[in-house]
């Protein structure tokens, strides 16, 4: 792979990575804090789901970080090793976290008795929002899932070229 495209991949993964630090340090809790200021009946709710969405950012930081290392091995001809698959390991690990923690919320707004201002459309929006979230994530770790299995044969083969050679 270019080195100019694995420099630039490099800092998309860095702005993405401060982004979510960003938003687990500022955007959660403060999003949190004006929905219980707009809206007093949220407050018993306001911490776990801001610990909830805090959690599915540091999901996506341990994909990143996954990814970061995914890279080095790309840029050292290493990827067809044995230690690419505890790499894949753990953005499965992280994507199945993820969606189990969405399907989490998605049960809780499902059967919950939660307030809302306006109606129960927020809820209901709420609700879809984390029903998707739960599908995104089921797909993303199963394509994940594939692609460890293209690793395998990937890898398999080119330990029999290399016999061979």
Do not use: N, S
């Amino acid at each position: 792979m270019h080195r100019l495209f694995v420099a630039a991949l490099r800092a998309g993964i860095v702005a993405a990575f401060l982004g979510g630090l960003f938003g687990q340090i500022v955007v959660v809790p403060g999003t949190a804090a004006d929905e219980v200021d707009r809206f007093p009946p949220y407050e018993p709710f306001a911490l776990p789901y801001a610990t909830v969405a805090i959690l599915g950012i540091v999901c996506v930081q341990v994909v990143l970080v996954a990814m970061w290392m995914l890279l080095g091995m790309i840029e050292r001809d290493a990827i067809f090793t044995a230690r690419a698959f505890r790499w894949v390991d753990v953005i499965i690990g992280a994507a199945v976290a993820a969606t189990l923690l969405a399907l989490g919320v998605t049960g809780h707004l499902a059967f919950a008795d939660i307030p809302a201002p306006d109606g129960a459309m927020q809820i209901i929006g709420a609700l879809g929002a984390a029903g998707l979230a739960v599908g995104v994530g089921a797909a993303f770790a199963m394509l994940v899932v594939v692609m460890r299995g293209l690793l395998r044969k990937a890898t398999d083969l080119q330990t029999e070229i290399a016999e061979v050679v």
